[in-house]
């Protein structure tokens, strides 16, 4: 019986808290704040009451309730569809559009087609310290399902490293079942760099834009008449049809759906009440608005509700900047307002308003949609002209619940208190669309606070620069608060307002100025994954790099200037390789390297280090065309350079180990193993110096080193390969005791490398015990990420074969080949270009090992002709290191062939092997 149809019984018991768990998925959960995102099974809604509905108008407009039946969008279902039931088993897809445009509703008649058509749906809730999990388990095994779909709503706003732990759960990783991850966003903003952290886990990726609703063609109407008919049945109201449109639905206010069904909803309403919709949206909101207040005081002074109209206002004001969460987080926000009224009481009235979505633990739900909360927030807030009441209240209390941290926590973040990132979002959000917010309310609070912009996350940062009439000079200040290197849950944003900055920069820059301005365009844009935008400005640094050299008219002057353009050079090529062109990558880094050398002329000894890295930038751009020899020379002189500078300056050491490894995998390719252990050994040395130190910043690159160093101390056949590399294994044992799930993989990789070192050390024993464990590890691996794992798992597995061979058990290690060989051809057929090399060498390997046993011929010789026909298809990309494992492996198949009188196939083995190889 497979793990995935074994019964499970999950018990969740929690005394004085809040039990949650999960089966057939990883919970990712932070000690001090509960999980990262909860998981849960979608379930279409059930229909509330209509005598509750019609209380609240505003409540048929939650697109959790499904009042409206799905009209319209058919073509963009049809788009989910096919992208559902075609292309890879993994695939993503970012479906966005602005707030009220119906993606909500979309995603859920998608999940429910999806459910139809046998498959199982997931949805995906963010919000640590803020969300409460549904009690209990969720059993999101897919047995018997014909896939998974996950929705992930408000993806835009969730940090990258949130997005990318979920993203690698186990949940959508399960070899043979297809995975559908749809994610919901406002704008596009965030995808590339989603898509990127997508790439490690060779999946499918799409963007979908959801367009406005189009004026012409009557869909607009068609929305509008299959609303009015779901209210008017909530309302008991059967004439329906002569209801119309309280304006023109052609104007540009009702190109958003929930435009179109908020006229409908008024439309009807006001028939019911005898009142005369107005026409236009701001006035159909205040319209809703009124009706919210209207419950208020009903339940106030008709149904015996403790909390006065006046504070219930405060508080679903309270609750659209904090969102809901834990009760008790609740309780001490109302507290801090000092209302007139008992937090607790309060709490238990806003519930009856507003029923928490979630567990009944959860408090201060917010009022649904987000679009009707960001009109709320705008309207209560003093600086409008609408005919609806501002109050006194209201910037104070925004003041309250959104002062953000003023100082970085100790390991140089700003922490989020909680709400800021939400608060600050809706009131961008409703900035966008009422003039006074900016001005008035939000852009005065982050001069006093920038820091909380970049507190409340990349999100925030991207809608700031989007308002028209942000001032450059707070942007500015924000900017300043922006950490100097790549912040993966910032970078995003980060991007957004230094591109927002560039033109008013640029309006007073003198000529290095500007080329400051287009650097760090590039490298905010290159670090949010937006390579397409980050060029131009790549080029426009180097151009204007040009300029200031052109322009020096000192020796210091053109110092300066050439250091920029070397600079700028290695950027715009590292650029290009992104966007896979290469040639041009390389044509960059030449004159980069050009550039340098005359720098380094100028001024000898001083700028050996820009020197290096240069060398560097053009060696990697050179192995990336194929030119491996051409990079080794390269190489070879970086490393003199950073050796050099490290024996006079120890600020250079890391550069120098660095580079020094770069250097024996390149030897190691090369075919020159005695080379490649001196300076992977000297890499080692100087990293056991910097962690003696420092031993927390560099435990990490020495373990590697260590790994590097045994594999090629083994290559050379060197005694001392089985001790370093167990210090390697031990090192990744103790660093996957701290964190599993960033180093069992590695540890895997070092278990099986000291395996073979073992056995060649005469320690045979021991040997199969490390890679039994590497299998072990990579089993485990690779059932939770099969894209990731399952590719290592069978490698391992082969090399544990060869060694039981060794061992006497023939028949176990036979099995395990046949088995472990099938699955990397399917891995090869699936994607050539990723697994054909490895391939290549798994099979040479098998190879030799048949050679040596009485009855392996045949296989043997099939193995070599199987590596050969992948790799004559193209040789010019046979790495050189291949052509000694070519004859070593031929060498011993042919003598198996002869010693049985099979001359003419010994011949032809060996004339394909010397046509490849040229040996």
């Not at 706003?157 to 919901?184: D, F, M």
């Amino acid at each position: 019986m497979t793990d995935e149809h074994r019964p499970v019984h999950q018990e969740v018991r929690v005394e004085g808290g809040f039990g949650y768990g999960v089966i057939g998925a990883d919970l990712h959960v932070f000690a001090d704040r509960g999980p990262v995102y909860v998981l849960e099974e979608f379930r279409p809604p059930t229909e509330p009451d209509p005598a509750w509905l019609v209380e609240m108008p505003s409540r048929m407009l939650n697109a959790r309730h499904e009042i409206v039946e799905f009209t319209g969008r058919q073509d963009e279902l049809d788009q989910l569809r096919r992208w559902r039931g075609t292309g890879p088993r993994l695939a993503a897809r970012w479906l966005h559009a602005p707030g009220g445009q119906g993606k909500t509703r979309l995603a859920a008649r998608f999940a429910e087609d999806s459910i139809e058509a046998g498959w199982k749906v997931v949805t995906a809730t963010h919000g640590p310290g803020t969300v409460l999990p549904p009690p209990g388990s969720q059993d999101l095994r897919t047995d018997g399902a014909n896939g998974l779909l996950l929705i992930v709503d408000y993806a835009d706003r969730w940090p990258l490293t949130h997005l990318t732990w979920l993203l690698s759960n186990a949940l959508l990783h399960r070899s043979g079942v297809p995975a559908r991850v749809l994610l919901l966003a406002r704008s596009a903003d965030v995808w590339p760099a989603v898509r990127a952290a997508l790439a490690n886990h060779q999946a499918g990726t799409s963007a979908q834009r959801l367009p406005e609703l189009p004026d012409d063609t009557g869909l607009r109407g068609e929305m509008f008449d299959a609303a009015r008919e779901s209210f008017a049945r909530r309302y008991g109201i059967e004439d329906s049809g002569a209801i119309e449109p309280p304006g023109p639905l052609g104007a540009p206010d009702f190109g958003l759906t929930l435009a179109v069904h908020v006229a409908a909803l008024v439309a009807v309403d006001a028939r019911r009440t005898g009142r005369r919709p107005p026409a236009d949206m701001a006035n159909l909101t205040i319209y809703l608005l009124d009706r919210e207040h209207l419950h208020w005081t009903n339940l106030f002074e008709e149904r015996g509700l403790r909390t006065p109209p006046a504070v219930m206002n405060r508080t679903v004001f309270t609750a659209a900047l904090t969102g809901p969460g834990p009760r008790a987080p609740a309780t001490a926000v109302l507290e801090s307002l000092d209302l007139a009224q008992p937090a607790e009481q309060v709490l238990d009235d806003h519930a009856l308003c507003y029923p928490p979505a979630g567990p009944a633990t959860s408090a201060l739900e917010p009022l649904y949609p987000d679009r009707l909360a960001e009109d709320f927030l705008a309207l209560t807030l003093p600086g409008h002209d609408a005919d609806y009441p501002a109050q006194d209240w209201a910037a104070p209390t925004t003041a309250t619940l959104l002062d953000g941290p003023q100082h970085p926590d100790a390991t140089g973040h700003l922490a989020d208190p909680g709400h800021l990132a939400r608060g600050m979002t809706f009131l961008a959000a409703a900035a966008q669309r009422w003039p006074h917010v900016g001005p008035r309310h939000l852009y005065p609070l982050l001069r006093e606070s920038p820091r909380s912009a970049v507190a409340a996350g990349s999100a925030v940062l991207s809608a700031l620069a989007d308002l028209d009439d942000v001032e450059p000079d707070l942007l500015e200040a924000i900017a300043a608060h922006f950490p100097r290197g790549r912040r993966a849950d910032l970078d995003v944003g980060m991007a957004a307002v230094v591109v927002r900055l560039a033109p008013h920069r640029l309006r007073t820059a003198d000529l290095p100025a500007e080329y400051d301005v287009h650097a760090e365009v590039g490298a905010r844009l290159g670090n949010a994954g937006r390579h397409q935008q980050e060029l131009p400005a790549r080029q426009q640094a180097v151009a204007a790099a040009r300029r200031l050299v052109d322009g020096s008219t000192t020796r210091r002057q053109r110092l300066l200037a050439d250091r920029a353009l070397t600079t700028s050079l290695r950027d715009l090529s590292r650029c290009l390789h992104h966007l896979q062109r290469d040639g041009e990558a390389l044509d960059a880094a030449a004159e980069a390297v050009a550039t340098a050398r005359r720098v380094a002329r100028a001024a000898p000894g001083a700028h050996d280090a820009e020197l290096g890295h240069a060398i560097y930038a053009h060696a990697k751009a050179l192995s990336n065309l194929g030119r491996r020899r051409e990079a080794l020379a390269e190489l070879q002189e970086a490393v003199a350079l950073f050796r050099d500078l490290a024996a006079r300056d120890r600020r250079y050491e890391k550069d120098l180990a660095v580079h020094l490894t770069a250097l024996g995998a390149t030897l190691t390719d090369a075919a020159r193993p005695a080379e490649a252990v001196e300076v992977s050994a000297e890499a080692v040395g100087v990293l056991r110096r910097l962690a003696e130190t420092d031993p927390a910043a560099h435990e990490v690159e020495l373990a590697e080193l260590l790994l590097h160093l045994g594999n090629r101390l083994s290559q050379a056949g060197r005694p001392e390969a089985a001790d370093v590399a167990t210090e390697a294994v031990e090192a990744y044992r103790g660093l996957a005791r701290l964190n599993p799930a960033a180093h069992e993989p590695m540890l895997a990789r070092a278990l099986q490398s000291q395996g073979p070192c073992l056995a060649r050390a005469g320690r045979l024993p021991e040997a199969l015990a490390a890679l039994e464990e590497s299998v072990a590890v990579l089993s485990r691996l690779a059932r939770a990420v099969p894209a990731s794992y399952e590719p290592r798992l069978i490698e391992s597995s082969l090399v544990l074969a060869g060694f039981l061979f060794f061992d006497g058990q023939q028949e176990r290690a036979l099995g395990i080949q046949h088995e472990q060989l099938a699955a990397y051809r399917r891995l090869v057929r699936g994607d050539p270009d990723a697994h054909e090399h490895r391939f290549t060498v798994l099979l040479l390997s098998f190879a030799g090992q048949c050679a040596g046993m009485p009855d392996g011929a045949d296989r043997a010789l099939a193995a070599v002709r199987e590596a050969l026909a992948l790799c004559e298809r193209r040789p010019a990309d046979v790495p050189v290191v291949f052509h000694g494992m070519f004859t070593e492996a031929g060498r011993g198949v042919r003598e198996r062939l002869e010693q049985q009188g099979r001359h003419a196939e010994s011949a032809e083995l060996r004339a394909r092997i010397a046509a490849l190889t040229g040996l």
